[in-house]
């Protein structure tokens, strides 16, 4: 009987994340390719069924409290298992064949940028600081899901680097070029007018930068095109007042409240579809491990303008645009991918190859690699 491998599935709930989607690809893929392990999936009660994979009930959250000082009191792991901790932090006292995934280091290096500044944010940082740096000595293997990420790791711990592994993330198939964009955008007309649009996907955090993105909206002054921003907390929050009428209100006092369309709650086909549509994608992020987003719309072939900071560089790889983080130049390229059909063919083009060399299955074989050297010693 092979290895057992426990894989932290607990993102595997009905909001969607970009953890979530990554470790539904691998519980997807690497089960079938790997006849020599078995795989078990801490999950919430409402997670999946997935085939190949024993479902075990976890109720407490991804990051909670006992996820880093009491794991064990969660569910059984034998001591003997490959444990998969896939969302940065790792428990005190798992197994020693323990495998994390580092998407990023914000929580120790930038804090302030994850959720803002409340009077938790020192509690909050000093949690995630103690389940990453855990992660980083404790971990048999370490994957990072960029090269940026692994670099900054390797500037922290040098010595890591014999024990870590970079895998990107793969896209999934339902992200490519629409066979009529006519037809998509008179699909969506319901939902964002019949004007073109620059979209913009992710949650409403610091280091995504909206309020950025909004200035340089107001500033670039594009007749007839529209700003849509698919925001999964712009409805209610995370802390009471919330940062969300904050944008509201920034897009009032800029004079562009007629040309902002906020969207939430999309299925996969609307996602789909949105981003197939837009005139180009907008991730002006100050902080990323890697830019779901960005990948999806170059498989979509759909030009993305991004900060130039090093993961959205390594994600895009030449096939996008790229604004400093200054501010200065995001609205002339705002303007140009607006007004410039052969700039945005051209992109269309790159992003469709660049898109070709990220792979979720060939991500899934890499990740069993590194569970058989965890397992192995």
């Not at 979530?20 to 519980?27: C, D, K, S």
């Not at 959250?61 to 790792?90: C, Q």
């Not at 323990?98 to 803002?116: F, I, K, N, S, Y």
């Not at 670039?220 to 849509?228: D, F, I, P, S, W």
Request: with cysteine.
């Amino acid at each position: 009987m092979g290895a057992l491998v426990v894989v932290d599935a607990r993102y595997l709930k009905g909001r969607p994340s970009g953890i979530g989607a990554y470790v539904h690809a691998l519980l997807t893929r690497a089960p079938a390719r790997a006849p020599d392990l078995r795989f078990e999936a801490w999950m919430p009660a409402a997670g999946p069924e997935l085939p190949g994979v024993t479902k075990t009930v976890v109720s407490a959250g991804a990051n909670s409290i006992p996820t880093v000082f009491w794991p064990r009191r969660l569910a059984d792991v034998p001591e003997d298992a490959v444990f998969h901790a896939t969302f940065n932090l790792l428990g005190f006292g798992m197994p020693r064949r323990a495998v994390t995934t580092v998407h990023d280091l914000m929580w120790v290096e930038q804090p302030t940028l994850c959720e803002g500044v409340t009077p938790a944010t020192p509690f909050l940082a000093a949690f995630y600081r103690t389940g990453i740096q855990h992660a980083l000595t404790a971990s048999r293997r370490l994957i990072a899901i960029s090269r940026a990420t692994a670099d900054s790791i390797l500037r922290r711990h040098p010595e890591l680097g014999p024990r870590l592994h970079v895998i990107h993330h793969g896209v999934e198939a339902r992200f490519r070029p629409a066979a009529s964009v006519d037809g998509v955008r008179r699909r969506l007309e319901p939902r964002v007018g019949s004007e073109p649009y620059l979209l913009v996907v992710g949650q409403n955090a610091p280091y995504k930068n909206h309020e950025a993105i909004l200035r340089a909206f107001a500033a670039a002054e594009l007749t007839g095109v529209r700003l849509v921003l698919l925001q999964r907390l712009y409805q209610t929050g995370r802390f009471g007042l919330g940062r969300e009428p904050t944008l509201a209100r920034l897009t009032r006092q800029l004079g562009i409240s007629d040309r902002v369309t906020w969207l939430s709650g999309l299925d996969d086909d609307e996602v789909v579809a949105l981003v197939q549509g837009a005139l180009g994608l907008v991730q002006f992020s100050r902080f990323e491990g890697f830019g779901m987003p960005a990948l999806e719309a170059l498989a979509c072939g759909t030009p993305v303008i991004a900060s130039d900071i090093p993961p959205l560089v390594e994600v895009l790889g030449g096939a996008g645009l790229h604004a400093g983080l200054q501010g200065s130049e995001l609205p002339a390229l705002m303007k140009r991918l607006a007004t410039e059909p052969g700039l945005r063919a051209e992109l269309s083009a790159k992003s469709l190859e660049r898109a070709q060399q990220f792979s979720w299955d060939r991500c899934a074989e890499e990740h069993l690699a590194v569970y058989r050297e965890a397992a192995a010693g």
